[in-house]
C-alpha cells in the first residue's frame, strides 16, 4: 500500500542544535514534495517545495533535501530556537490533484 | 488581508443533526480542500474542488458532503450518518490544483458531540 511516514516521537533537541526530521514514503514517485509547520490549535503553514531534480532547497536556517532513489526527504532547521518548536508534516501529490499528508513529527526545542 | 477564513471556530452536534462548516477564501484560488485531522494524526482528505461546480471525494468522504456554487466558498456539510465526526476540520486552497502550488489554510474548526 502507498504509504507516508514520519517519525511520530517527538524530537527534543537543545536550542542552537540543528533538528532533523525525516519523510518516508513507498509507491509513490512524486514530481514535488513540500513541508507544512502546524502550530497547537492552528492550520498548518507552507514552508518549502522542492522538486524532484533539484537535490536540496535552502529557505533562511531551513534546508530540505529530495533523494528520489531512497525516496526520502529530509527537512533540517539550524541554530534552532524555541520558537521553532511546531509539529513538521511533509506532503505529496500522489497522482490526485491534492495533497497527501504525513502525520508530522513534533519538535520541542529546549531553551 | 488575503486569506481563509473558517467558522465557526467550535461547533457542536446533537445526534442525528446535520451541521454545516463554513469556508471562505479571498485569495482568488481555483482549487479549494477539506482535511480532517484527529489528535495525534495527519491530515485526511475529505473533499477537493478545482473549479466552480466541481468536486471530487477524497479518502474518507463518506457521511459528508459538500458544494461549490461560488468561487470563493466551499462548506462542508456533516451529516448524521458521520458517525465519528468529533475532529479537527481544516479548508485549504490554492492557485491551482497542480502539485508546485503550495496550500493555504484556514486556523479550523473543532467539532464535537453533545
Known amino acids: 500500500s502507498q504509504k507516508i511516514e514520519q517519525n511520530s516521537e517527538a524530537l527534543n533537541i537543545q536550542e542552537g542544535k540543528t533538528a532533523t526530521l525525516t519523510c518516508n514514503y513507498t509507491?509513490?514517485?512524486?514530481?514535488?514534495l513540500q513541508w507544512y509547520r502546524q502550530d497547537p490549535g492552528r492550520g498548518p503553514v507552507f514552508l518549502l517545495l522542492i522538486r524532484e531534480n533539484e537535490k536540496e532547497k535552502r529557505k533562511e536556517r531551513l534546508k530540505v533535501t529530495f533523494d528520489t532513489t531512497l525516496k526520502q526527504s529530509l527537512f533540517h532547521i539550524t541554530a534552532s530556537q524555541p520558537a521553532d518548536s511546531a509539529t513538521y508534516l511533509c506532503a505529496l501529490h500522489t497522482g490526485r490533484r491534492a495533497l497527501t499528508f504525513g502525520s508530522g513529527t513534533r519538535l520541542q526545542v529546549q531553551p | 488581508d488575503g486569506g481563509i477564513t473558517q467558522s465557526p471556530k467550535y461547533l457542536f452536534r446533537k445526534e442525528g443533526q446535520n451541521v454545516t462548516l463554513s469556508c471562505e477564501q479571498n485569495l482568488n484560488h481555483d482549487a479549494m480542500y477539506w482535511y480532517r485531522q484527529d489528535p495525534g494524526q495527519g491530515l485526511r482528505l475529505i473533499y477537493y474542488s478545482q473549479i466552480v461546480n466541481d468536486f471530487q471525494k477524497g479518502d474518507i468522504a463518506e457521511g459528508y458532503s459538500v458544494s461549490r456554487e461560488k468561487k470563493e466558498s466551499f462548506p462542508l456539510t456533516v451529516t448524521s450518518a458521520q458517525k465519528n465526526p468529533t475532529a479537527f476540520y481544516l479548508c485549504?486552497?490554492?492557485?491551482?490544483?497542480?502539485?508546485?502550488?503550495?496550500?493555504?489554510f484556514g486556523d479550523g474548526t473543532r467539532l464535537s458531540i453533545l
Open positions: 485549504a486552497s490554492s492557485a491551482q490544483g497542480d502539485r508546485d502550488q503550495p496550500q493555504h
Open positions: 509507491n509513490y514517485s512524486p514530481a514535488y
